[in-house]
């Protein structure tokens, strides 16, 4: 493979991380399940959540207790990306995460919910099938995480405030 065509199998390997972010944000679980062979695993928060195969993965994420709550907003950026082509149907991604999470729902600790900040650094696995690449495997080791109450009163806004009324 010539450095063109790396650089083309790098760029599509980009371009699936951002779909995967973009999924979880939008909370689109059918292009969650686009992005993920059929046999992904995934180590989320140190490994406290880990899951083998994609309908897995999807229903942990999709979750109503979960980002899949209209209660909970999330922000999810992964940059600073370090891509290696392994062969030319495998690869390996490191990533900077930083994500932006709005929970909404009360808590005794929390009552009006909590707002989270973090970072941490992803190790991804690449998979190409069909002459498309897909996550393999996916999954962070946190950073740093900072969690506070939100404020009394704050109203949290979303794109599916119109779909739930």
């Given at each position: 493979m010539d450095a063109l065509e790396k650089l083309v199998e790098i760029e599509a390997i980009k371009q699936l991380k951002a779909r995967y972010q973009r999924a979880v944000d939008t909370k689109d679980w059918d292009l969650m399940r686009s992005v993920l062979a059929p046999e992904a695993t995934s180590v989320y928060s140190d490994g406290k959540f880990?899951?083998?195969?994609?309908?897995?993965?999807?229903?942990?994420?999709?979750?109503?207790h979960g980002l899949g709550n209209p209660a909970i907003?999330?922000?999810?950026?992964a940059?600073?990306?370090?891509?290696?082509?392994?062969s030319e149907a495998t690869a390996t991604g490191v990533w900077y995460l930083e994500d932006f999470v709005i929970t909404?729902?009360?808590?005794?600790?929390?009552?009006?919910?909590?707002?989270?900040?973090?970072?941490?650094i992803y190790h991804d696995?690449?998979?190409?099938?069909?002459?498309?690449?897909?996550?393999?495997?996916?999954?962070?080791?946190?950073i740093f995480e900072d969690v506070q109450p939100?404020?009394?009163?704050?109203e949290l806004r979303?794109?599916?405030?119109?779909?739930?009324?």
């Open positions: 880990s899951f083998e195969g994609r309908d897995k993965i999807v229903e942990f994420l999709s979750n109503p907003q999330s922000m999810h950026h940059h600073t990306p370090e891509i290696e082509l392994t909404a729902l009360p808590t005794d600790a929390a009552p009006n919910g909590t707002v989270l900040h973090g970072t941490g696995e690449y998979v190409k099938i069909d002459g498309a690449w897909l996550i393999a495997s996916t999954g962070y080791e946190r939100r404020a009394t009163g704050a979303s794109r599916w405030d119109a779909k739930n009324e």
